[in-house]
């Protein structure tokens, strides 16, 4: 059947990114920081953002938790890689029309986070997959905020 060979597909990029995590290295030094939690299940996620201008230059994403979750991180460091905030923002907010069931407003090539669609079929889990997501808009969301006020000064 054509859906359990896609159901494999996604099983097998899902467990490629946990086995072989992107953006593991830390930065020595990050423009943005943040850290994000999840303890229903543990998943825990460290995330550093080196930028260029308003484009992202470098990532670190360390993340402890389930398959699941270290696999969005993975597909997050390397998708928003060299992507304005704006770009790295429509990406997000994409990923979780998707993983809550909505249609994206946005036509973006997701790549291999089109696997994270499997997740919806496991509610459990949206959390795990949204983890580094929400700890990434919340990060650009404190840095936004932080040189709006530095500007007023």
């Known amino acids: 059947m054509v859906s359990d060979r896609l159901d ?3 099983r097998d990029v899902i467990m490629d990114h946990y086995r072989h995590p992107r953006g593991k290295r830390k930065l020595d030094k990050a ?3 943040n850290e994000g ?5 543990g998943d825990e996620i460290e995330l550093q953002l080196k ?3 308003d484009k992202v230059e470098d990532i670190h994403i360390g993340c402890v938790g389930c398959a699941v979750s270290v696999s969005s991180g993975s597909m997050l460091a390397e998708i928003i890689k060299g992507k304005s905030i704006e770009e790295v923002k429509k990406i997000a907010e994409t990923v979780k029309k998707i ?7 946005e036509d973006i090539d997701l790549g291999d986070l089109e696997a994270l669609e499997g997740v919806r079929n496991f509610p459990v889990r949206i959390k795990c997959a ?3 997501w929400t700890t990434l808009i919340d990060a650009l969301d404190q840095y936004e ?3 709006a006020d530095n500007n007023k000064q």
């Open 51 to 53: 930028l260029d201008g």
């Open 37 to 41: 939690k999840n303890p229903v299940c």
């Open 8 to 10: 494999e597909m996604y």
């Open 145 to 147: 905020h932080d040189r």
């Open 99 to 105: 993983l809550k069931g909505e249609e994206p407003s």
């Open 130 to 132: 949204l983890l580094s």
């Open 31 to 33: 423009d943005i920081q």
